[in-house]
């Protein structure tokens, strides 16, 4: 064989590879999954924190258990060792310890005279609490409200320190909303002045009916330790890391899904699509170790009835932070909220009711 027809034999192959790779998903590693069709359940405990409050959202750190609430005060800190609560803080207003709005997350850094901070978002800067002081003085302190540099709802910030951050911007977030001019959702990573630039979608489904605008809604989070982050979508089937100290991302999915999936959707009728999309992630919680995804699949966006369907006996899979698959567990009740503390190894879940129930993992993680 001649050196032209091994040339033209390699550009053949190439073409090839890149034809076959998928155009609308591609991640540097793909897992998938077989995910059992019965999964264990296990039963919850009640237990008495001293929060008789609307709780609604919750996370953890270390061995500390945050949950939020709609009235004030927002925030209450609970020692996982002993249940405990340790520090409760937080009015909406506009002096420098309130928030512009009610806080649902926070993630946590410590400053250099190892004082551990708690970071809230809010759509104008981040606002940094010093839990340390807060604990010892019994009051709020702020450290500082760090002025993210683009600023707005559509933009997620998470600062890492003065000159390093991660910036989450969604699908569609590109331009005047007036050209109809969409871009892939993108996470962006600082440091100093350079930027490395992750997405998941090399292209997007785009669709006159407006299915595209539910299909790639999601979210991004930050791992505790701030060295990875994850994309989730809401009604897709799957969710991607991206490491952040090896540069790379992994996407995980069920391995009954197909690879067209997404062209499958693209020559139907919003109403087809809109039966056929599948609300997936409901919520979330991430330890040092695992990831846990609060997973439905099973109730349609149209269901009249979604709201009441949703809390019941909720499915956790368990993943680590390779995106292999731990297990799946159902948690026995119904629940608005969870977070899983290692620490404790247990999931820490609020009920419909308003009460704090633990689901003890130690047979299972």
């Known amino acids: 064989m001649n050196k032209n027809c091994i040339f033209g034999v390699a550009v053949l192959l190439l073409c090839f590879v890149s034809c076959t790779k998928d155009k ?9 999954v077989d995910f059992p069709e019965y999964p264990d359940s296990i039963s919850g405990k009640p237990i008495s924190v001293g929060i008789n409050k609307d709780l609604y959202a919750a996370c953890n750190y270390k061995d500390l258990v945050i949950y939020f609430s709609y009235s004030s005060p927002l925030v209450h800190v609970m020692n996982a060792k002993n249940d405990s609560v340790i520090a409760e803080f937080g009015e909406v207003g506009h002096s420098k310890v309130e928030f512009e709005e009610i806080p649902n997350s926070c993630y946590f850094r410590k400053n250099q005279k190892g004082d551990l901070i708690m970071c809230f978002r809010e759509s104008l800067n981040t606002k940094r609490i010093n839990l340390t002081s807060t604990l010892s003085q019994s009051k709020c302190v702020l450290e500082k409200n760090v002025k993210n540099i683009h600023v707005g709802m559509n933009l997620s910030t998470f600062w890492l320190t003065d000159s390093n951050r991660v910036e989450y911007l969604p699908y569609g977030f590109e331009g005047d909303a007036r050209d109809y001019v969409n871009s892939a959702s993108r996470i962006d ?23 595209d605008n539910e299909l790639y809604m999601a979210c991004l989070e930050m791992s505790p330790d701030l060295t990875k982050c994850i994309e989730l979508p809401f009604f897709q089937d799957r969710f991607t890391i991206v490491d952040l100290k090896k540069g790379k991302t992994i996407g995980v999915k069920p391995k009954k899904e197909s690879d067209d999936y997404f062209e499958s959707l693209h020559s139907l009728s919003k109403e087809d699509v809109r039966s056929k999309l599948k609300l997936q992630i409901v919520n979330y919680a991430l330890s040092d170790s695992y990831i846990f995804i609060w997973h439905n ?13 949703i809390p019941n006996n909720p499915e956790m899979r368990i993943f680590d932070w390779s995106g292999n698959f731990i297990t799946s567990v159902i948690l026995k009740g119904k629940i608005i909220c969870f977070t899983y503390n290692e620490v404790a190894n247990a999931i820490y879940a609020v009920d ?11 047979k299972i993680l």
Do not use: F, H, M, W
Request: hydrophobic share 25%; net charge negative.
């Open 297 to 309: 699949g099973k109730i349609s966006i149209t269901d009249p009835d979604a709201e009441e369907q």
């Open 24 to 32: 609308y998903y591609a991640t540097d590693e793909l897992v998938e």
């Open 189 to 211: 990573v600082y440091k100093g002045k350079e930027c490395k630039s992750y997405s998941a979608y090399p292209s997007i489904l785009s669709n006159e009916n407006g299915i």
């Open 352 to 362: 419909v009711e308003g009460n704090t129930v633990r689901y003890d993992l130690s």
